[in-house]
């Protein structure tokens, strides 16, 4: 089974600055997907980022971007230039892609809630 | 993008009846969504796999005649909540998935069930 370790519950950070999100996995397959998903007060899960494991490449989108260390099985957020609209609960999560029972699941680490100063 | 769609939004009943919330997906078919359940200040906790045309696929410690899942067609879902009780209320959402190779998966907006 995969575990996802999101081991700092709250951050903040102010507004314009960089903030990193630390997540930390563990898994056995050699083949997955990872994401960040944000959830605000609406709780709306919105995807944020994703990574291929195969890919060595780190992923960006905008403002984030991620540092996916496959050995270390890490997989770090970070947000450039916080705006307010990022506070929120920032969850990693793990899938799997083979083929059969438990393909396709997502399993995520506790989240990490955000808070953007002004 | 793929958008996902969960009803209804909030609902309220009484101890001992059951409400069932749906979850569709409106551009795209979903050959499987999944159901999780949420409670306030945690994570999501995967309860079932819904597979189209076939029964659905419980996470441990959930139980399958208290949540009935249906996947009648590829773009509907459905979770039944029978015979609620209080400690049922929660926060559910679905999801789905696109059948391309690497799709996220796309979240509902989520039902908030307050069971009296």
């Known amino acids: 089974a995969q575990t996802v370790t999101q081991s700092q519950p709250e951050m903040s950070v102010q507004e314009a600055e960089t903030v990193t999100l630390s997540c930390t996995y563990d898994?056995?397959?050699?083949?997955?997907?990872l994401f960040w998903y944000k959830q605000p007060p609406s709780r709306q899960m919105i995807l944020v980022i994703r990574?291929?494991?195969?890919?060595?490449q780190n992923a960006t989108e905008n403002r984030f971007s991620v540092n996916f260390q496959k050995a270390a099985k890490s997989f770090s957020l970070k947000i450039s230039d916080s705006q307010l609209g990022d506070t929120a609960m920032y969850f990693c999560?793990?899938?799997?892609?083979?083929?059969?029972?438990?393909?396709?699941?997502?399993?995520f680490g506790k989240g990490t809630k955000l808070s953007v100063i002004p | 993008g793929a958008v996902v769609s969960q009803h209804p939004s909030r609902v309220i009943c009484k101890s001992g009846t059951s409400v069932k919330i749906e979850c569709r997906s409106l551009?795209?078919?979903?050959?499987?969504m999944f159901w999780y359940r949420q409670f306030p200040k945690q994570s999501l906790m995967l309860m079932a796999t819904?597979?189209?045309?076939?029964?659905?696929?419980?996470e441990q410690g959930v139980e399958k005649d208290k949540f009935l899942i249906n996947h009648a067609s590829l773009t509907l879902s459905t979770l039944t909540v029978t015979s609620a009780h209080p400690e049922d209320s929660s926060f559910y959402i679905c999801?789905?998935?696109?059948?391309?190779?690497?799709?996220?998966?796309?979240f509902g907006n989520g039902t908030r069930l307050t069971v009296t």
């Open positions: 999560a793990f899938m799997n892609i083979y083929s059969g029972a438990g393909s396709y699941q997502l399993t």
């Open positions: 819904s597979n189209e045309g076939s029964k659905a696929t419980y």
């Open positions: 898994t056995s397959e050699n083949n997955y997907y």
């Open positions: 999801s789905a998935r696109a059948p391309q190779a690497g799709s996220p998966l796309h």
């Open positions: 990574q291929e494991a195969y890919k060595q």
């Open positions: 551009d795209f078919q979903a050959t499987t």
